[in-house]
């Protein structure tokens, strides 16, 4: 006779455990996104997408999570975006959304179901036990790049992208070396998954803190090769420096 591994409770892994009381936040979270952020979604079945977010990742190695574990998921959210209203962002995450929750018509990943419930928390399991690991779960740095975690947001980032349509737009920080890092999640994996038949055109708005250096610009290499990759996927490339309507969000 077998009995299950207990799980460990030493820590297995160099990152930070699941986030405590993980499932009650994902059920808190979809109740409050469906029913007061989006009510127009207040049929999604919240105790569904509890269930199948845990099933994702439960009784599963950590270091071997993929695309097909979030499947279902993403199915239950079956969330669409209204063309011209996707907001792309890489390393400017609070400018971003600050600036959506003014035009509250528009969306960053995290204005949509799965982004909000996820969004700052940390889940793993282990294949040899059906619990959740609040103990340590596996960093891309230290760990392994296929753990749940990082898989979800190549997954859903990917997603994102691939429904977009009109003109997308891109909130990038100036004040870095590289505005546009071709490693981040936006350079690796959201433009390379936008269709041309569907975004007509990708606006850059480039950022740059109050006060801070003017380190990089829409005529810097990283945003000439921002562009070359966006015009040989046939879709149009637009860049502004300090886009006022954001820049004035800064200053709040
Ligand atoms: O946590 C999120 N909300 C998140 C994480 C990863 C990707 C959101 N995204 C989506 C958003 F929709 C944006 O459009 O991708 C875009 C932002 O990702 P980015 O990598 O271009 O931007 P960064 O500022 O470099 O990273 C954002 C945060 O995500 C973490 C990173 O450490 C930072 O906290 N992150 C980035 N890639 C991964 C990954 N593969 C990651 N965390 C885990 N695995």
Known sequence: LMWPRSPPNHKE???????AHFGD??????????????????????????????????????????????????ELANQTVPCNKTVFWSKTKEL????????QALFTLEN??????????????????????????PTRRDNCSSNPVSVFWNTVSKRFAEDACGVV????????????DRRST???????????????????????????VRSDSCSSSSIRDLKSIISERNI?????????????????
């Open 13 to 19: 892994w160099q990152g930070s455990g699941t986030t």
């Open 236 to 252: 149009t490339f637009t860049c502004q420096n300090n886009y006022r309507p954001v820049r004035f969000l800064q200053c709040v």
């Open 169 to 180: 737009h891109v909130v990038l920080n100036g004040s870095l070396n590289e505005a546009f």
């Open 112 to 137: 949509t179901l799965l982004g909000y419930i996820a969004d700052d928390l940390s889940w793993c399991g282990d294949s040899g036990s059906s619990e959740i690991n609040y103990q340590s779960c």
């Open 186 to 212: 936006f350079g690796r994996v959201e433009i390379h998954n936008l269709h041309p038949k569907k975004v007509h055109t990708l606006q850059a708005w480039v950022m740059h803190d109050i006060g801070g």
């Open 96 to 103: 971003a959304h600050q600036y959506t929750r003014v035009q």
């Open 25 to 74: 936040i994902v059920l808190g979270r979809c109740y409050t996104y469906t029913q007061i952020v989006r009510p127009e979604l207040r049929d999604k079945d919240c105790q569904k997408i509890q269930e199948v977010f845990l099933k994702s990742f439960l009784s599963k190695d950590p270091c071997d999570a993929t695309e097909q574990d979030y499947q279902p998921l993403i």
